[in-house]
């Protein structure tokens, strides 16, 4: 009995890989949308490649969203939004642009509340491997978005659910990569307040 008791362990595990690996690139993104939800947290470290990468460093930051605001802390900078604006700040030049967001933008570093919600008519999406509970999957735009291709790592979290690794935006050539990791979403998210940077200059595009 206990021998019939170990095959059907084993074979529940093989079954178990099997049907992780043969998740299509379409389920991962689904679950990691379902995951994340309307609001998270990341830690994250930007690094640059290819052409970009000449005398540059990597960048450590944080990422938070809440429905269709934002707030990013990276390096010296700092970008507030309210989903409709955008409040660049450069706390060395002690300088802040204002613009509209960017909603057609996947790029984090642009529109973090756009960064996973990738549709399938707008890219062609493949599972390149998984490996260790984590898929690679690459996403091809179908139009020219300026962008070549993402390369999107996404991990199995304790939970059960999945969240991204590593995200890779190629810009003919030019490589950013940002590799993420969860963070409690307990903090409130920070709102922008004129009055905190009334002493820096404002360059308005609106």
Known sequence: MRNIYNILLI??????????????????????NATLGASYTMG??????????????????LFMVADDSYYL???????YSDGKLR?????ERKEVTVDRVDLTSHDILTNPTNAFRFASDEFDMSLL???DGKATISLVPRQDMGITDIELTLRRHADGGVVPAVVSYNYDGDIIRITLDMHPNDAKLPRW?????????VVSFI
């Open 129 to 131: 491997g998984v490996d």
């Open 87 to 91: 409040y660049e700040v450069n706390n």
């Open 73 to 79: 802390s990276l390096g010296k900078m700092e970008v």
């Open 11 to 32: 074979c529940i595990g093989l079954l178990s890989a099997t049907t992780l690996s043969a998740q299509t690139a379409e389920e991962w993104i689904k679950n990691l």
């Open 193 to 201: 307040d004129k009055t905190a940077y009334r002493a820096y200059d």
């Open 44 to 61: 994250a470290t930007v690094e640059l490649g290819g052409d970009a990468a000449a005398d540059q460093g990597q960048l450590n930051g």
